[in-house]
């Protein structure tokens, strides 16, 4: 028995060399580093805290973040919902293709989709303000004023994200009984009805952990923002993650830019936490 | 099958009633197909508009004297012909081969491993590993890349696709992991026990039955991995600098754009081959993706 228990730890042990190695230590390592001067000569506690939250730039920051990923990923879940109903209404036959079909913005590598976007939003060749124009309408300057580009920066990430959330939600109405809609509409009840008594309640679950995963990924997100205005115009679309990088590898000041990824740490531990409870729960239910 | 045309056979009482739940059928189908071409429609506007602007030559995209969503002046391939022959796509190319199979090998290898063991054999501790398993695949890239940065430095791989294959899997080996424990667990005990009687090991055990009897659950955990490495840019970002050295990724939001004159077509051609992998295997083993996907939210 012992020896059992000494092979088992033997077939994790390089799971658990690369996760002390490269995520646990990297994350209690970053929290030493956000406590140092720019050339990391001086410890200075909580200074590149206190100085990040003396600026405006970076109250501005968190505020874009959390409009950023709260907008989104209500978007995409709206998206998400509607999207499966649709499908599910379908024949059976065709729901595959259509699957498939509307998958296809979660599967291209975002940073190359964002490639695309940026293209879409071009200031002086912009696809989408050929058609506004020809149909009499003003041109939209996407990414140059700071507004449109806030508004520009979300859009990319809905598309992107919505089909995660479809496909999430797609899997979990087919786990809902038939009998339960059929017992339903031998009461009468209306599809509305069916939807917020019977849909919603056994999805809520799945749901509440997509959300919550979503927002994780969302929050943490840089490759769309990175790519499409790299912050600009006037920092105004910048997250946490390109913030970061700004000030911890384009401008080589790595404390400050740790200090500026901790930021997310509360709201993504809080997440995680409700995540966990979720899973397990489900894992409970499913048996 | 639909609700409705369930309890309209199942209902049989009138004409009437079976008539007008038809008719309802009928227009909510007409409505959802509506709404779907919309929402399909939103979707593939990228994808249609990049495939369009590569398949155009420089003077048609740059002149903007016809229609962009069409291509007027007729096709060409020469985008993709500059691309493979005038720039480092090709170098890209062979980087992101080479980091993405090593990746997707030292992850299968880590986590099938990790996954046999906390799945099956539990040991002290192994309960709260596979809660910390889970717990990493939710720590974001982007909290980790300043100081993994300083880790890369100390080791020698800063500017080096080597260093990619170091801090990749971070990113795939706990996901894996942790689909792996779940395909495994919904093997029955009595295979193993058999297995033990007939006096297999522990390694003949996992080779033998685990690997087979999960293949599914093992081909979807590579799908995510290989999706995963292939589109990381992150780390690439943070940690490349020269082309030499460079992933598709960043490659081609980077140094593909030379100057203050975009080549859109060019960038567009880009952009497309290197997304070209994912979409192939996606096409070819969709069920094995979205399986990856779902499995992420049940424990088992």
Redesign the interface.
């Known amino acids: 028995m012992r020896r059992r228990s000494t092979i088992a730890f033997l077939m994790c042990l390089p799971l658990i060399v690369i996760i002390t190695s490269l995520v646990l230590y990297p994350a209690c390592y970053s929290i030493y580093l956000s406590m140092l001067n720019k050339s990391q000569t001086r410890f200075i506690g909580l200074g590149n805290f206190s100085f990040l939250l003396s600026r405006d730039v970076f109250w501005m920051v968190m505020e874009q973040t959390a409009i950023f990923a709260l907008s989104a990923v209500f978007f995409k879940a709206m998206i998400g919902l509607i999207t499966a109903h649709l499908i599910n209404n379908l024949p059976v036959k065709g729901q595959r293709k259509w699957r498939g079909m509307l998958l296809v913005p979660w599967v291209i590598p975002l940073a190359l989709s964002s490639l695309g976007w940026w293209w879409l939003f071009d200031p002086t060749h912009s696809a989408f303000n050929y058609i506004l124009s020809s149909l009499g309408f003003e041109e939209v300057p996407w990414l140059s004023s700071p507004y449109w580009a806030r508004f520009s920066v979300i859009l990319v990430n809905v598309w992107y994200g919505a089909p995660f959330f479809l496909i999430m939600y797609l899997a979990a109405l087919k786990s809902v009984p038939e009998q339960l809609y059929e017992a339903a509409s031998i009461d009468g009840a209306s599809a509305w009805q069916k939807f917020v008594h019977i849909t919603l309640p056994m999805m809520r679950n799945i749901i509440a952990i997509t959300v919550l995963f979503s927002l994780i990924v969302t929050f943490a997100n840089f490759d769309i923002v990175q790519i499409m205005t790299a912050g600009g115009p006037r920092n105004m679309t910048h997250v946490f993650a390109t913030y970061s990088f700004m000030l911890g590898i384009r401008s080589g000041d790595l404390p400050l830019g740790a200090a500026t990824s901790l930021f997310m740490f509360p709201i993504l531990a809080f997440a995680a936490i409700f995540i966990l409870r979720g899973v397990r729960k489900r894992g409970r239910e499913i048996g | 099958?639909?609700?409705?045309a369930?309890?309209a056979a199942?209902?049989p009482q009138s004409r009437g009633v079976r008539a007008s739940l038809s008719r309802n059928r009928r227009w909510?189908?007409i409505t959802?197909?509506v709404?779907?071409v919309i929402?399909?429609i939103?979707?593939?506007?990228?994808?249609y508009?990049?495939v369009v602007?590569a398949l155009k030559s420089d003077a048609e995209?740059a002149h903007?004297a016809t229609?962009?969503?069409i291509v007027a002046d007729g096709f060409t391939l020469d985008q993709f012909k500059i691309l493979l022959t005038q720039t480092d796509f090709l170098i890209f190319f062979k980087n992101t081969i080479i980091v993405t199979v090593s990746v997707v090998a030292i992850t299968m290898?880590?986590?099938v491993?990790?996954a046999?063991?906390?799945g099956r054999?539990?040991?002290?501790g192994?309960s709260i590993?596979a809660?910390?398993?889970?717990?990493?695949y939710?720590?974001?890239?982007?909290?980790?890349?300043?100081?993994?940065?300083?880790?890369v430095k100390a080791v020698g791989l800063l500017n080096s696709y080597w260093g990619m294959i170091?801090?990749y899997?971070?990113l795939t080996?706990?996901f894996c992991?942790w689909i792996m424990i779940g395909y495994f667990q919904s093997i029955p005990k009595e295979l193993d026990e058999a297995a033990l009687i007939d006096g297999a090991g522990?390694m003949q055990m996992l080779t033998k039955i685990f690997i087979p009897v999960a293949l599914p659950g093992i081909i979807a955990a590579m799908i995510f991995a290989f999706?995963v490495s292939?589109?990381a840019?992150?780390y690439p970002?943070?940690f490349l600098y020269s082309a030499d050295q460079q992933v598709?990724?960043?490659g081609?939001?980077t140094s593909l754009i030379r100057g203050d004159v975009?080549k859109?077509g060019m960038?567009?051609a880009g952009?497309l081959v290197?997304?070209a992998p994912?979409?192939v295997i996606?096409?070819f083993l969709?069920d094995y993706?979205?399986a990856g996907?779902?499995a992420?939210?049940?424990?088992?």
């Open positions: 099958m639909s609700t409705a369930a309890v199942r209902a909510a189908l959802s197909y709404f779907l929402f399909a939103f979707f593939l506007i990228p994808p508009y990049m602007t995209v903007m229609n962009p969503w290898v880590v986590s491993l990790a046999f063991s906390l054999m539990k040991f002290w192994s590993l809660t910390g398993i889970f717990l990493t939710l720590v974001p890239d982007t909290l980790l890349f300043i100081p993994l940065f300083q880790i170091l801090v899997p971070t080996v706990p992991t522990h999706t292939w589109a840019f992150v970002m943070a598709l990724t960043v081609t939001v975009y859109w960038l567009m952009a290197a997304a994912p979409l996606y096409a969709m993706y979205i996907l779902t992420g939210a049940t424990k088992g």
